[in-house]
């Protein structure tokens, strides 16, 4: 979907037609969820701290999520997708991967199916969505950003080495602003420099990760479309508009994190072992303090007590807290956990 969240205010909010709209908090410690393509023209990103955002568009209009919206939006999107194929692995709320191989409708062109999807999506939400047509993952998710917005883009068997020779290695899907600076450093700066790269070097500085750069850089990937993709982790994160200085402030500042994590597990039947307390300092350093345990963490008393733990870890505090978050990974599902007896010894 292009611009999802910022696209779905704009419909319903005309008012908010052709200006730069921010969906986010607009307090100083506030952070932009996401930007209309009014507001990128200006260099509004998302994750950009709402502070940022406003010096770089001072006529940024800022609007609070409303994601019930967002999330019943997309499940009428869902349901386009069913009507064609059911391998749909769904990557965020407004983006998924497609195997249109075999397709209800037997049809034989996929640049075909992304447009009746796209036209269909435009008919019942008003919204405009971006596809990419490949014969990979990798391929499709750089191709869909390659006509963005309202646009579809195909890279046909053959055509896959020469498109990736030519890009940034930080047009990679997968490989970050940090991971790219490495990259860098090491004298690869496109595609091509990467696929001129031995596969033994690559494992050597970037591990298993370095496996799949060696594939991708000759536009080779063979993971599946999987639509029953188990979740790795669930989080949630606060900034705060005055910095947290004390254990009293840190334990209030976590609830928020708390309350949504174990929401998530009592909605779903969800549960983990690792609890992963994230903390970026006034200065914007950031660390993370993580506990692994032996039994499922199965209460809400559970994770408060681990949370809390992990907090004390943090004292002395060095300098005051702007961000707390709370990530639970190493999930086990409903159907996981119906023949196993619940736990919980450190």
Same mark, same amino acid.
């Given at each position: 979907m292009d611009a999802f969240y910022a696209s779905v205010e704009q419909r319903d909010h005309p008012v908010l037609r052709g200006k730069p709209v921010a969906v986010g908090g607009s307090r100083e410690r506030g952070v932009v969820a996401a930007a209309s393509y009014e507001a990128r023209q200006f260099g509004v990103r998302s994750a950009m701290s709402s502070a940022v955002a406003r010096r770089k568009c001072p006529e940024l209009v800022f609007v609070k999520p409303r994601f019930e919206v967002y999330k019943d939006v997309s499940r009428q999107i869902r349901a386009i997708f069913s009507e064609y194929t059911p391998l749909i692995e769904p990557l965020s709320l *407004?983006?998924?991967?497609? @195997?249109?191989?075999?397709?209800?409708?037997?049809?034989?062109?996929? /640049?075909?199916? #992304?447009?009746e999807i796209r036209t269909e999506i435009f008919r019942q939400t008003h919204l405009t969505a971006s596809a990419g047509i490949s014969y990979n993952k990798f391929l499709a998710k750089l191709a869909s950003d390659h006509r963005k917005p309202n646009g579809q883009f195909?890279?046909?068997?053959?055509?896959?080495?020469?498109?990736?020779?030519?890009? #940034?290695?930080?047009?990679?899907?997968?490989?970050?602003? #940090?991971? #790219?600076?490495?990259?860098?450093?090491?004298?690869?700066?496109?595609?091509?420099d990467l696929r001129q790269q031995t596969e033994a070097f690559l494992r050597q500085h970037f591990g298993k990760a370095g496996g799949h750069y060696y594939l991708i850089a000759r536009a080779q990937d063979h993971r599946p479309v999987r639509p029953d993709r188990v979740r790795k982790s669930i989080g949630s994160e606060t900034t705060f508009?005055? *910095?947290? /200085?004390?254990?009293? @402030?840190?334990?209030?500042?976590?609830?928020?994190? &708390? @309350?949504?994590?174990?929401?998530?597990?009592?909605?779903?039947?969800?549960?983990?072992?690792?609890? /992963?307390?994230?903390?970026?300092? /006034? @200065?914007f350093q950031q660390i993370t303090r993580s506990r692994t345990?032996?039994? &499922?963490?199965?209460?809400?008393?559970?994770l408060d007590t681990l949370s809390r733990e992990l907090l004390t870890g943090l004292l002395p505090l060095p300098k005051g807290v702007r961000l707390l978050g709370l990530t639970l990974s190493n999930l086990a599902s409903a159907a *996981?956990?119906?023949d196993q007896q619940l736990a919980f010894p450190f």
């Open positions: *407004d983006e998924a991967y497609l @195997d249109v191989t075999e397709n209800h409708k037997g049809l034989t062109s996929a /640049t075909q199916i #992304a447009q195909v890279i046909k068997p053959g055509q896959g080495e020469a498109f990736v020779e030519g890009l #940034a290695v930080g047009q990679f899907h997968g490989i970050g602003p #940090a991971t #790219a600076a490495r990259l860098n450093r090491l004298g690869i700066f496109t595609g091509l508009e005055q *910095d947290l /200085t004390t254990y009293e @402030d840190l334990v209030g500042g976590l609830l928020p994190c &708390l @309350d949504s994590v174990w929401e998530f597990c009592q909605r779903t039947g969800t549960q983990g072992r690792t609890l /992963t307390l994230k903390v970026k300092y /006034t @200065d345990t032996l039994g &499922l963490l199965s209460s809400r008393e559970v *996981d956990l119906q």
